[in-house]
């Protein structure tokens, strides 16, 4: 069960929302819920996902996705354009995101454990630390190959070249095609530097290793939180209990991207797991439908 990790309002909110007027509840039930996700990060995409689908299979409330990049995604949150998301990488990956949202948002704590992120090569290079790609450079072609604007990992490595001294660039792209220039360059047994994370599939595909970070720029292991609105409790009280509870274990995240990028679609991964996890879908949703 998830490790609670929420504000004190949290149950405060929960009581207020179960104490609602009828008429309120009434109204929210035929209200979707609004859910953010970024689309280009497979974890969110997927986790966004059986959130959403566990949701209208079990709480009969539709739910919409918006597809947005970070920054937004915070602010839409905030402003109540959107109920939640569930793409939080706290608590120094999205540092900067959070910092200018905080007292506007509930934060429901992790959903997933055990994020990182950094730099990684693949393991036939020599290097294993950052330190080591000075005067190595030109080896790599003078750059680190990123993934799309606004990614944390992006804003991180960029403080990591400069603290590091290095003569390289930042390369953004996106996530397919930094796991495209990587596959060709393991193809071609050539050295290459991508910006990195866990949970995410490229760990499963390829012999790949984190480079050492001595300045601990990338920070320590993390985790994925759940935002939503203050208004949730009211609009949705059954749903806003549930997001309270729901989590998804890091190894189960990193087979169902693997499974999509060998041609599953999302739609069957997200309702193969599901079906494949009975026991912790019913420890979700205990008791909410008798509340």
Known sequence: MKTVFTKFCVGTCVLFGALAGSFTASAASHTPIKLGYVQSWPSSALTTRIAAQAIENNLDTQVKLQ?????????????????????????????????????????????????????AVPKYVKANSISDLKGQEGKFNSQVIGVG????????????????????????????????????????????????????????????????DPKNIYGKAGHVNTLVNPSLPNKAPKVFMFLNRFYIKLSDLNTLEAKTQNGMSQKDAVNQWLANHQPTVKDWFAGINNS
């Open 67 to 119: 597809s947005l990049i970070a920054g937004p995604m915070y602010q839409a949150v905030a402003s109540g354009n959107l109920d939640g998301m569930l793409t939080a990488w706290l608590p120094k990956t999205h540092a900067s995101y959070y910092k200018k949202v905080w007292p506007k948002v509930i934060n429901l704590g992790p959903n997933l454990y055990g994020t990182r992120l950094g730099m």
């Open 149 to 212: 604007s606004g990614a944390g990992v992006n804003m991180s490595t960029k403080k990591a070249i400069k603290a590091y001294g290095l003569n390289m660039h930042l390369t953004p792209s996106s996530t397919a095609a930094m796991a495209a220039s990587l596959k060709r360059a393991i193809g071609q047994h050539k050295p290459i530097v991508v910006t990195a994370w866990s949970p995410l599939w490229i760990w499963s595909k390829f012999n790949l290793k984190y480079l050492k």
